[in-house]
């Protein structure tokens, strides 16, 4: 009698073991089964914001959810902090930022409020966008080692311009001239609508501006690329040398990543990350990026979290080589 009870409940879990995977299978199917929205700390227009409108399009086709983008700018990135924050960790909700929200900001603003390695979880490293060091006409430097020769033979008399105290652009150049030990005067202006029209007009010899404020100019024989600051040169102007291959591991170049709330579903997480990188790779995307100056790459978490930690090392170096001091 025992016997038999034992196999008629060894045959019932069996069953219900059975019938369970069907439901399971199903709950797992389901996400996501309502829209998915990407913060941007961000107004609309920057290089996040860009980043994040191309790939929700095309993510929301694959999910068969639409991707909605809620740009939520202010506090140096403490609104869309707290929108994430409150938020469920349902997988629903994923900010959409560069890196300089981890890097830059906490370096020189005291008290943000958040914290990447409390607050964030790394999802995918979306893209990349290096900066351009351009040169206008009338500077005698045909290229990167031209330039280098002429800055060394007349210290302090080269100037740069930058988008303002503090930006990519301006640790770029900071991060150069130090390696570099070039003495070159910093001119700050308001973003790049105000200091690219300056490296035309001749008020700065040089500047690092991304490469769509930069390429009519350069096709009217205005100004020249020396060099970019990312890694490795770009497939967008190949012929244009990565500072790193002067200075070994400069990287420099502005990233853009998808970052979730701590507590979220690592399954969530691994299956935005592992449609992310699979958008990355779709041609019609790459030329929609490409003609913005931005490079697709759609790495995953482990990536992303080595890039941030990365990207931090090398901008407080150069923060404390320009001086900067927490506010």
Known sequence: ??????????????????????????????????????????SAGGLPDTVARIFAQRLGERLGQSVVVDNRPGANGVVAAQALATSPKDGYTFLVTDGSMFSINPAI???????????????????????????????????????????????GTLNYGSSGIGSTHHLTMEAMKAALDLQITHVPFKGSGQSVPALIGGQVDVLFSALPSLVGFVKAGQVKL??????????????????????????????????????????????????????????????????????????????????????????????????????
Do not use: C, W
């Open 226 to 327: 020396l060099a970019s600051n990312a890694a490795s040169r770009s497939s967008q102007e190949p012929n244009v040398p990565a500072l790193a291959e002067t200075i070994p591991g400069f990287d420099f170049a502005p990233i853009v990543g998808v970052l979730a709330a701590t507590g979220t579903p690592a399954g969530t997480i691994e299956r935005i990350s592992a449609e992310m990188a699979q958008v990355a790779k779709m041609p019609e995307l790459i030329q929609t990026l490409n003609k913005a100056g931005i490079d697709p790459i759609g790495a995953g978490p482990a990536d992303y979290n080595k890039a941030i930690l990365a990207e931090n090392e090398r901008l407080s170096k150069a923060i404390a080589v320009a001086g900067i001091k927490a506010e």
């Open 1 to 42: 009698m025992k016997q038999r009870r034992f196999i008629l409940l060894r045959i019932a879990t069996a069953l219900a073991g059975a019938l369970a995977l069907p439901m399971l299978a199903h709950a797992q199917a389901a996400y996501p089964n309502r829209p998915i929205k990407f913060v941007v700390p961000y």
């Open 109 to 155: 603003y005291k008290n943000l409020g958040y914290d990447y390695k409390r607050d964030f979880m790394p999802v995918s490293l979306a893209a990349r966008a290096p900066l351009y060091l351009a040169a206008n006409d009338k500077v005698p430097a045909a290229n990167l080692q031209d330039f280098i020769a002429l800055a060394k033979a007349k210290p």
